[in-house]
Every structure is written in C-alpha cells, then in structure tokens.
C-alpha cells in the first residue's frame, strides 16, 4: 500500500502545480511558434522582394554570346544583335552584380582572327520593386551591360526611358 499512497501523493501535487502553471507552460510552448508565424506573415507582407528571377538577354553587339551568368545565375545565348531569350529560375539579391558573359564568334569573325573571350563586370544591381521577377541584361557595345528590372517580358529600356546608344 505504501507505493500507491506515494503515488497518489505525487500525482496530487503534480495536479496542482498543472492547475497554477498550466497556463504558463503551454504558453511557453506555443510561443516559437507564434513568433514564427508572425515573422512569416510580416516577410511576406513588408518584407523585400525576394523569390526566383527570370534572366532575359538583349544584345546589341555584333558577336554571339555563347552564355552569361548574374551572381552566378546562368542565363541563355544570343546571336549577334539579337536577345529576348529567357532562363528561369534562380535568385538574384544583394547590392552588386557580378556579370560574366562568353562572347562567342561568327564564322567569318574566325577567318579574321578572332576568338572566343570571357569577359567580366561588376556593377550595381539596381534596386527591386515587389513584383519584379525578370532581370532583363542588355549587352551594349565597349563591354557595357545595362541591368533592369521589369514585371513582364518587356524590358523597361524598350518604352523610351532610357536609350542605350546614349549611354
């Protein structure tokens, strides 16, 4: 009889430390995941624009761009003075962008002597508005890259904002 009188002892006192710290243990419980949650729904609703990008090439240049990356994101190929290619997905952040591109050759470029070079640039990402997913690259002549986001396949340089051969 002695054990159940122990037991009973303990389960009474443990009945009444649930009964005064209940509360508090569950809500100590709960807590991470509320402050969870709430972290959640405040990145989501304030927080920066974040999420897979889509990379979409212009070139202006009179070589082939065999392939170039931002950040290290891949993007497509070109042909000489074309673009509008696309490569999803990946994500791009940060204040800088590191563009490294492979400027291939036309046959007759390779019976003037030309070859195959790697070029490099870094330069400032501009900035990113919620809703803007497409990273659009434009190759320029003189190994100038010009970066801007769009929320749609059209580049924003396109509608007369800015002219490349301005710059």
Known sequence: MGFFKTFSKV????????ARWGKWIWAVLIAPFI??????????????????????????IDRPILGFS???????????????KTTC???ISGKTAEIIWTLDITHEQYLKGMRVEKRRVVMPLPERKRGENDLHVHFLPGDKVLLGWSDNAWSPYENGLIFPEKL
């Open 89 to 91: 997905c990946g994500s």
């Open 35 to 60: 402050i969870y949650g709430a972290y959640i729904v405040q990145a989501s609703i304030w927080g920066p624009p974040a999420g897979p990008v889509t990379l979409i090439i212009h070139s202006e």
């Open 11 to 18: 389960d009474n006192a443990v009945n009444r430390g649930y």
């Open 70 to 84: 931002v950040n290290g994101i891949a993007g497509p190929n070109a042909f000489a003075h074309g673009g509008g």
